[in-house]
């Protein structure tokens, strides 16, 4: 209760109208045990409070007529106020021997008198609720009957007065059974009686004053009329969530770099904690029709989904972007969560909202792929990177398998595709599409831009392992796009075209390389040698390609297979292929290592440096 509350309600209290002294005198005496917390017998006190206030009444009846029209239903509303929750029992009992106790005891002498508002507020701070609304309906039902009788026709200043301390009553109970809701997740430990008695505080209140279904005229006083205190229950149960979810360590990006990971890990762990409290603690406190356990987890939901959104609006990061995805899809709802076993049969989740709206949803996958995006491109451009500094600049001869020069390239690239394709396909198979999608579409910008570097460089530096490298380059990129046939399903129609075009322009800076070395010598018959390996690779069409290789053979009979797979190699074509050529017919003309003449070429050549001499 604020400040100017309080000093409202001490003037009440201690200030009373000067034209109500003859009236509040001649109030009923309530006895003071009715505020006490610390009765040794409560059905004792209970029914010593009942015989004082019975008292009390007859003694006010036999002041005047006009006190007995104010006071004349005490004793109907009185009886309803306080029944300890340890004499339920009794309550029938009590109630049909009371009248006959008050009639017997009518000339005892009474003591005690009405609580001021500020010692009904003191029980509201004490959280002795049902000790404070039964006051508080005493002095409700005191100003409504005497409001009947024309009481304040004549002074309206003190009815709004006293109307004003029992709305101010009723405002401080409705705070402190919101606080006792909202600290309930606060807490470690469950007071269970506390709960116990705001619920049987609750029910009081909806019988003291039944809802009608007609809202109070506006302007009109709140005498009488439902507080709601139930729906206020919720109202406190949705604020407390809200508080605990955002009461949930965050520490920021500076201070770690996996904050938002860290962050859902606490928000999961602590989360299910409260659930399981919920259900083995504070359920038991409270009547099935209040569905504690459902109204919990809707609200924690809401909350979770409110935090979440406000999340997403930050500038996220690809990893933080993963993990946000991640935990709605995959965490949320399993074991992990509300899925855990310890929850069943109480947590349901089936009728739950989505977490994250439509729209929150899809513009987050838009962010993602717009972060894969990125994250692609840097690591193809480090792939590239890395064969010039680590290869090119240093030139280090490529490695060789089966006679053939090989590149990681392949085997990277695969590898980076396939990495993201198993994150994307454990958010959604929408999302592993469109992350395919963008991957095959920086590969089609990649491989042409890794072609131009390459040639960037060997004309710079017209090293003589441009051949192995070309070589190794070509062998990687068609095993490549076989690795995307065959993994990943992808048509590679488009990727074929470019790296089509990327032989031909690595084939014809070849050619021209060994076309100027030629030319340079004076032996005339190494120039056929070029102009069948620039048939061979310029050929398309693999019937005459075959033709090629078997004048190759002829003219160079010095010739091996492993220089003729070389050049098939360099022509692009794959290893089954190479092999088919070879096969049909060729073998038999390398029997003879030697040239007839003198002039040999190709046994001087070491495989499988075979490209490099040329």
């Known amino acids: 209760m604020s400040t100017n509350t309080k000093v409202y309600l001490r003037r009440s209290a201690s200030e009373p109208d000067p034209a109500t002294n003859v009236v509040e005198k001649e109030k009923m005496e309530v006895a003071p045990e009715l505020g006490s917390p610390t009765s040794n017998d409560e059905s004792t006190g209970f029914i010593e409070r009942g015989m004082k206030t019975m008292l009390s009444i007859r003694k006010s009846k036999r002041k005047n007529e006009k006190e007995q029209e104010g006071t004349g239903t005490w004793r109907r509303r009185l009886l309803s106020f306080q029944f300890p929750k340890s004499s339920e029992e009794n309550k029938t009992k009590i109630l049909d021997g009371l009248e006959e106790i008050v009639d017997k005891a009518e000339t005892e002498p009474t003591e005690g008198k009405p609580l001021s508002v500020m010692e009904i507020n ?268 680590e290869k090119w600049e240093k030139e280090v001869p490529p490695e060789v398998k089966d006679n053939l020069y090989q590149s990681s390239l392949s085997l990277d690239i695969q590898t980076i595709i396939g990495e993201h394709m198993k994150l994307s396909e454990a958010i959604s198979k929408k999302l592993k599409r469109k992350t395919l999608e963008l991957c095959l579409a920086e590969l089609h910008e990649f491989i042409p831009r890794f072609g131009e570097k390459f040639l960037e460089w060997n004309e710079v530096h017209d090293s003589p392992m441009f051949a192995p490298y070309f070589a190794a380059y070509i062998n990687s990129f068609h095993d490549l796009l076989s690795g995307l046939e065959t993994v990943f399903q992808v048509n590679t129609e488009e990727l074929q075209k470019i790296l089509a075009a990327l032989t031909r322009n690595f084939r014809n800076v070849f050619l021209n390389k060994l076309r100027t070395k030629t030319q340079g010598s004076d032996s005339s018959w190494l120039l056929p040698a070029i102009s069948h390996i620039a048939n061979i690779i310029g050929e398309k069409r693999k019937d005459r390609i075959k033709e090629y290789v078997k004048e190759l053979t002829q003219d160079y009979p010095d010739i091996r297979k492993e220089h003729i797979m070389a050049i098939l190699t360099v022509r692009g074509l794959g290893f089954t292929s190479r092999r088919m050529i070879f096969q049909q017919g060729f073998h038999h003309a390398l029997e003879s290592p030697d040239g007839e003449d003198g002039n040999t070429l190709f046994a001087e050549i070491d495989v499988p440096a075979v490209v490099s001499c040329f």
């Open 122 to 389: 003191d029980l509201i701070q004490k959280k002795q609720l049902l000790e404070a609304f039964a006051s508080i309906k005493y002095l409700e039902d005191e100003t409504i009957a005497e409001r009947d009788a024309d009481k304040y026709k004549d002074n309206p200043q003190e009815f709004l007065r006293k109307t004003k301390d029992v709305d101010l009553l009723y405002t401080s109970i409705t705070s402190m059974i919101q606080s006792i809701v909202v600290g309930t997740l606060e807490h470690h430990t469950v007071e269970e009686s506390t709960l116990t008695s705001l619920v049987t505080l609750i029910a009081r209140e909806e019988a003291a004053h039944p809802n009608t279904g007609t809202a109070a005229d506006p302007g009109s006083d709140l005498l009488g009329s439902p507080r709601k205190w139930r729906e206020k229950w919720r109202e406190a149960v949705n604020e407390g969530t809200r508080k605990r979810v955002l009461s949930i360590p965050m520490a920021s990006t500076e201070e770690e770099k996996a904050w938002l990971d860290l962050h859902l890990s606490f928000l999961q762990k602590h989360l299910l904690e409260d659930l399981l409290k919920i259900k083995s603690s504070v359920k038991k406190c409270y009547p099935e029709e209040y569905r504690v356990c459902e109204v919990y987890v809707e609200a924690f939901h809401n909350a979770i989904a409110s935090h979440l959104q406000d999340l997403s609006q930050r500038p996220l990061e690809f990893n933080e972007l993963y993990s946000l995805l991640d935990w709605v899809v995959n965490t949320y709802h399993s074991e992990l969560f509300l899925g855990h076993s310890d929850l069943k049969p109480e947590v349901q989740t089936e009728n739950l909202s989505l977490l994250l709206t439509t729209a929150d949803w899809d513009r987050l996958n838009d962010d993602y792929i717009t972060s894969v995006k990125g994250k692609i491109k840097s690591y193809f451009g480090n792939i590239l990177t890395l064969e010039v500094t």
